[in-house]
């Protein structure tokens, strides 16, 4: 064999080495949008998944629903906020989700047991407000059907526990199983006194659907780039605040500095009415 024959096969060998090392690099990429991570270092980019979601979210279907209801306990204008944890606590985390969205269920799943403790210790009080944008993007229910079942969780003093299991329970992006009611309400079994006739029944009639579409409607008309968006005191902090990337520490680190000088909260929300 000539040298140039063996130079040749040699490169060839290098380069199809280095396409295979480029795919795999580009499938790494790929993962990290989709499912990032850092909950144990950086949070890095999962919001990207927010973005392509946000960019090709359907509009909602305001004409078949019926009146907007508000769940009970919802604050702030149009009643869009559920809060959690004190209502004067000295600082407040505005998080914009979609239950279907996994960049959602990674900074849910990865921030939770940070967040349930600030709010315990009256040093925070989250607004949770929800959006309905992977049903444009994948096609079927999910996301409206998830956010009305957790409205009516709201409904029955249950908002959060129930938020919580549907995070810990999402299925796949393209799997379409929170469209159908049944395992919505399989999933609020988990969630002690939520499944009950009332709940059964707010969930399969679509109670909240109207909130849930006015709720994405003010989403997709506002300066969001995806979900989930995180805003502590209405400063963007996920996938950053700053230069520093968001990490369970730093959240904690965040609200010490913004609470500084300020005692904690202790006044809770008054409980749902009963419907």
């Known amino acids: 064999?000539?040298?140039?024959?063996?130079?040749?096969?040699?490169?060839?060998?290098?380069?199809?080495?280095?396409?295979?090392?480029?795919?795999?690099?580009?499938e790494k990429r790929r993962r990290l949008l989709i499912v990032s991570a850092a909950v144990v270092g950086v949070l890095g980019l999962a919001a990207v998944?927010?973005?392509?979601?946000?960019?090709?979210?359907g509009k909602d279907d305001a004409s078949k629903a019926g009146p907007v209801i508000a769940p009970s306990g919802a604050e702030g204008e149009?009643?869009?906020a559920l809060p959690a944890g004190?209502?004067?606590?000295?600082?407040?985390?505005t998080i914009w989700e979609d239950f279907r969205c996994p960049a959602c269920a990674v900074f849910e799943n990865g921030f939770r047991d940070t967040i349930h403790e600030l709010t315990d210790s009256g040093q925070l009080r989250v607004e949770y407000r929800l959006a309905a944008l992977i049903d444009g993007r994948f096609g079927g229910s999910g996301s409206l059907r998830a956010a009305n079942a957790a409205a009516c969780a709201q409904d029955a003093g249950k908002f959060v526990p129930y938020h919580d299991v549907l995070y810990q329970n999402q299925p796949p992006e393209t799997d379409d199983a929170f469209g159908n009611n049944a395992r919505l309400i399989e999933l609020a079994g988990k969630v002690e006194g939520l499944d009950t006739p009332a709940f059964r029944s707010c969930v399969e009639q679509g109670k909240h659907d109207s909130w849930v579409n006015k709720s994405a409607e003010v989403f997709r008309n506002g300066d969001f780039t995806g979900t989930?968006?995180?805003?502590?005191?209405?400063?963007p902090v996920f996938p950053q605040k700053g230069s520093e990337?968001?990490?369970p520490e730093n959240l904690k680190k965040w609200v010490t500095e913004a609470n500084e000088g300020k005692k904690p909260g202790t006044a809770q929300p008054p409980a749902p009415a009963a419907s």
């Open 1 to 26: 064999m000539s040298e140039n024959n063996r130079d040749g096969k040699r490169a060839a060998r290098e380069r199809l080495l280095q396409e295979r090392e480029l795919d795999k690099a580009r």
């Open 49 to 57: 998944v927010g973005v392509i979601a946000a960019g090709t979210g």
């Open 78 to 80: 149009e009643q869009l």
């Open 86 to 93: 004190a209502s004067d606590a000295p600082s407040t985390l």
């Open 228 to 235: 989930p968006t995180v805003l502590l005191n209405g400063e």
């Open 245 to 247: 990337q968001i990490s």
